[in-house]
Every structure is written in structure tokens, then in C-alpha cells.
Nanobody, 123 residues
Framework: VQLQASGGGLVQAGGSLRLSCAASGLTFGSYVMAWFRQAPGKEREFVAAFARNGYTYYADSVKGRFTISRDRAKNTHYLQMNVLKPEDTAVYYC??????????????????WGQGTQVTVSS
């Protein structure tokens, strides 16, 4: 299994970015795909997840600004980030696994991780 994350970069506050996570070795829809982020000096935190039940979950800090989606044909998940704020600056990781619905926010339950992509939001 491999997860290939891409799409990070430098953007001004209020701008947008779209992150991608291409999965190989996994059957589409059979796994949970999530995004986490880690800012310098902080612990890794949950951002968003697309669960196997088709529901999406978001951290309160990004709700209404970020959207997680997926493309079956490409076996790829996306994180559309709008109205970016300086506090969104972090390395973003995609992760995959089989956490139960009630635990999609727990990073310890994810089995596979992408390499991380840097998002920097300037003020």
C-alpha cells in the first residue's frame, strides 16, 4: 500500500489550496481516508476523514472551510482548503486504515501514511 500526497504550497491568507492523496494497493471505498496535520512544536491533529459509511467528518477548526472528497476512477482523495488562515500552516498527511466510525479522529488507528506535504499560509 502506498499513499502519495501532493498539492501543498505557499498561499496568502484567504486563499485556497487542494491537496491530493493517491492510493495504490487499496480497494476504493473499503478504507477510511483521513487528513491530519502537524504544525511546528505541536502534536499531530485530525483535520478531516471520509469514512466507509460515506460520511465525512471534520475538525471544528476547519468545518465550513475544508472539504474532503474522493474520485473512484483515480482512487484518490482530495482536501479542498478555502479561506486559509495562518494557523492552518502545517505539514499535512493523508492516512488510511480501518478505524471504526466513532474513532476516525484517532491517528493511532491508521495503518498507512503518506509522506506529508507542507502548507504555509502567510498573513
Amino acid at each position: 500500500v502506498q499513499l502519495q500526497a501532493s498539492g501543498g504550497g505557499l498561499v496568502q491568507a484567504g486563499g485556497s489550496l487542494r491537496l491530493s492523496c493517491a492510493a495504490s494497493g487499496l480497494t476504493f471505498g473499503s478504507y477510511v481516508m483521513a487528513w491530519f496535520r502537524q504544525a511546528p512544536g505541536k502534536e499531530r491533529e485530525f483535520v478531516a476523514a471520509f469514512a466507509r459509511n460515506g460520511y465525512t467528518y471534520y475538525a471544528d477548526s476547519v468545518k465550513g472551510r475544508f472539504t474532503i472528497s474522493r474520485d473512484r476512477a483515480k482512487n484518490t482523495h482530495y482536501l479542498q482548503m478555502n479561506v486559509l488562515k495562518p494557523e492552518d500552516t502545517a505539514v499535512y498527511y493523508c492516512a488510511s486504515g480501518y478505524p471504526p466510525v466513532g474513532s476516525v479522529r484517532s491517528d493511532g488507528l491508521y495503518r498507512w501514511w503518506g509522506q506529508g506535504t507542507q502548507v504555509t499560509v502567510s498573513s
